[in-house]
């Protein structure tokens, strides 16, 4: 049976619980494997590297890389690039341990049980691994805790996961399952609650649910924003960009339909800036930076999204391409331009509303607010 939120509700606000080892100064290094199919068969080894993973760096990259050793076929170093290859041969890419660009390490506990633990997340901390940041992530320290207190339960994952996004520049609530039956059931309840947004057809229990799961949001907008409510349904979508393998997420007509209501809470006229809550019922990826910026008020900041919702820069980027390039990073190649996980803008996740996945409680979560996301009657 439902309930009202402020029925009964669990309320959990800011603890003093924090937890956090300090980064070392290299990290391990990584391991990228491939077993290569029919279609590749007759590729010299360059050929492959440069056609097949030419993300991760261009072709002089992946030369430098075959020639310092880095890579081996069938368990055996090879520094010849025109290697011929043949279907089932083994690929190993070795990239070397590299210094990760400053992270913070602290974090902060909200609230925890058995299956469930909620961050709170600081501004500049990445929560998975990905680009220069393999070990200096929310994930890492989440399994140096679970290890150090050796209190793994029967049906615990190997270590607490994420069930949904925030960026690496965004502040706040970062939700976690300990439990395979928390995953599952969390994961569920997220897409149910885009789906129910977007219009497709649900059971009436689960648009209950949906409807009565919120996430609220502080953010500072450039400019002054005249109406005190207002109602962004953009749809986004991606386009190809420079530096983002799988696209980056735009304003954009032919896009995933997403829904934001914003409410006014202070007018600095003096910065030119508005003190807004945001609540999203839709989850797309960088949602609020987009609409915001929609509407002619990107974030305080933001590196990447203009106004219109799309981004500071769409040209080609141009990448120096020098043996230093590849060494400093252990061969990461740096995009020349700004992308999503750049950080500089003001966004505070503040609030989750959301029914237990286990207990089947509402479930309050509030994250302290930084200073300068404050309204005047804060």
Known sequence: MSRNIDDNDTTHTSSPVTFGEPWPEFNDGLTYRDLL???DSGFTLIQFYSLRHQTSAPSLGWLQRIENGQITVNGTVVSDPNTVLRMGTELVYHRHPWKEPYAPYLLEVLFEDDHLIALNKPSGLQVLPG?????RTVLAQLQWRIKNEASLLGDQESCPVP???????TSGILLCAKTKLAKTRLAALFADKTSAIVGNRKLDNEVNKVGKMS????ALACGIIKDDEV???QPIGTVKYPGVAKGLYVASPSGKPALSKVHVLKRDVQNNLTV??????????HQIRIHLSFIGHPLIGD????????????????????QETFAEDGGYHRPANPVPGDCGYYLHAHQLVIYHPVTNEMVKIT????PVFLSHDE
């Not at 981004?311 to 020098?322: A, K």
């Open 37 to 39: 199919r029919s279609p």
């Open 131 to 135: 680009g220069l940041f393999q070990q």
């Open 163 to 169: 069930v949904h996004r925030l960026g690496r520049g």
């Open 215 to 218: 996430k609220i949001y502080r």
């Open 231 to 233: 109602v962004i349904d």
């Open 276 to 285: 807004v809550q945001v609540e999203i019922q839709s989850g797309r990826p």
């Open 303 to 322: 590196p990447l999204y203009l106004t219109g919702g799309k981004p500071q820069c769409s040209v080609p980027e141009t990448v120096e391409e020098t």
């Open 367 to 370: 994250a302290p607010l930084p």
